[in-house]
């Protein structure tokens, strides 16, 4: 065989584009990172999109997650000018009549303020909040034996149900606006199945490890970790837009961290017979 110039190629430096490619580098391997735009990030994007010194987050803002990743938390970002700050407020869900519902760090101040709800909300979130730091790593990582299926399975009783279930144990509307509000990052309707998933880690974060903001923007979070994979021996290549397999150099795997409508006709450039695309992807994507 002949030799090839990488041992593994990333394409997209989202999130999970960079924490590949960081994984895979640690691991020793030789590692290229490509993005299409001229800055990487995927969603971790921050520019000055309307006066000069003002920088607007273009995706994300807020990180829950990423402070609670027991990934994120493995890497030495902090080394890399990354840098969050805590807000005392996590978010406020406003109402019509000017009230409105706020998530604290303080499980039993966000209670207090929902009334006659208050021991509702405590005995949903309290006890994902409790073994906050045990579960995350049941619930971000690959599916596994779990090392805490009790935990696990009480979480998962009310994850996998919808968010529309859930919301019956609330009696007022202030506890059912803030739960829709944190069920509707799902992007599901919320009568769907395991929609209170992503709900309920999202209180329990708030209460466990808040929602920061990153200094400097979003794209900071991106800058640390490339900064980071650079300085275990990675390369990066920005405005490498790759619409075909053969644009690559050799290597002997390539990930994607790009969406599935992409991934086809980078795979099957358009020369390709339609159907044969079809036939090997097995694909329908909705509209």
Known sequence: MSKTEYDA???GSGPNGLAAA?????????????EGKSTIG?????????????????????????????????LPLEEHSLEYIQPPI????????????????SIEETASLLGIDKENY????GPIKKNFHSLIP??????????RPIELAQFGLNALQPATWISKRFRTSVAKGLWAGMAAHSILP??????????????AAGHSRGWPIPKGGSQQIANALASYFTSLGGKIETSFNVESLAQLPSSKAVLFDITPRQ?????????????????????????
């Open 263 to 287: 991934l086809p006709d980078i795979v099957f450039p358009p020369s390709t017979n339609g159907n044969s695309k079809n036939t090997a992807t097995g694909w329908e994507f909705s509209r």
């Open 138 to 147: 049941e619930i971000l990582g690959p599916l596994h034996i779990p090392k």
């Open 9 to 11: 190629i990333v394409v």
């Open 22 to 34: 960081i994984t895979l580098q640690k691991s020793g391997l030789h590692v290229l990172l490509v």
């Open 42 to 74: 995927g969603g971790l994007r921050t520019a000055e999109l309307t006066l000069p010194g003002f920088k607007h987050d273009i995706c994300s803002a807020i990180h829950p997650m990423a402070v609670a990743s027991p990934f994120f938390n493995s």
């Open 122 to 125: 405590l005995s949903l979130i």
């Open 190 to 203: 919320l009568n769907k199945l395991t929609t209170s998933a992503i709900g309920l880690v999202l209180l």
């Open 90 to 105: 996590a978010l406020a869900h406003p109402y019509d009549n000017g009230t409105s519902a706020i998530l604290t760090h």
